[in-house]
């Protein structure tokens, strides 16, 4: 079955650090894998997914993410935070059924202090 | 631009009560997913329906029900609201490929008292 984990439901980094939010999958066949982000308020928006092309996926907002099949990860990175980009993320695969259903991880609540 | 619409984004309902959510979109997508929110436990699926009149179990069935009349539209009703079902409620939309990403709405904030 397909599960996704992510490692820290709360991380702050200082503006301009380095951002890394980690996700790690299990599944039992080719996965298809999505970051999506979260505003206050507001529903989900997608910052990008790996269908099976590239192993490193560029995104939205300068986020981007590499597909690691060794480590069965997909951890999301962005070289500079800025304070916009606080958000609560969410990784998510793609379930075992036809249809599309995702199987999201818990979320990450991005912190970015000035 | 792409748009998935939720008839209200707060909602405050009494126990017992019946609870209609609507969620329409103007993709012209064949799947749409209802799922529920919450602190600690991410989004979980509640039910997909992948075709007018279809509707698929998700992980969290219980204590609601839906219906898909129409293409465009999916909504999702709480037979006999409680006070366990305060959550947040987003409704998705999807074309039917595997490696499509689905749309969202902005979500419906629903207290039961």
């Known amino acids: 079955a397909q599960s996704v984990t992510q490692l820290g439901s709360h991380v702050s980094v200082s503006e301009g650090a380095l951002v890394l939010l980690r996700c790690n999958y299990s599944s039992s066949v080719p996965p298809y894998l999505f970051w999506y982000v979260q505003y206050p308020n507001q529903g989900l928006q997608l910052l990008l997914k790996?269908?099976?092309?590239?192993?490193l996926v560029k995104g939205i907002n300068g986020f981007e993410a590499e597909f690691k099949k060794s480590e069965t990860s997909f951890h999301l990175t962005k070289p500079s935070a800025h304070m916009s980009d606080a958000a609560e993320y969410f990784c998510?695969?793609?379930?075992?059924?036809?249809?599309?259903?995702?199987?999201f991880g818990k979320g990450t609540k991005l912190s970015v202090k000035p | 631009d792409v748009k998935v619409t939720q008839s209200s984004r707060y909602l405050v309902k009494r126990t017992g009560e019946k609870v209609f959510l609507e969620c329409v979109q103007d993709m012209d997508h064949e799947n749409m997913f209802w799922y529920r929110q919450d602190p600690g436990l991410g989004l979980r699926l509640i039910y997909f329906s992948y075709d007018v009149k279809m509707k698929e179990k998700g992980d969290i069935p219980e204590g609601y029900s839906v219906s898909r009349e129409k293409k465009e539209r999916f909504s999702l009703i709480l037979e006999s609201a409680s006070t366990n079902q305060t959550s947040m409620y987003l409704c998705?939309?999807?074309?039917?490929?595997?490696?499509?990403?689905?749309?969202f709405g902005p979500g419906t904030r629903l207290t039961v008292l």
């Open positions: 998705a939309s999807s074309a039917p490929r595997r490696d499509n990403e689905q749309f």
């Open positions: 998510a695969v793609i379930g075992g059924g036809s249809q599309g259903n995702l199987i």
């Open positions: 790996y269908t099976s092309a590239a192993t």
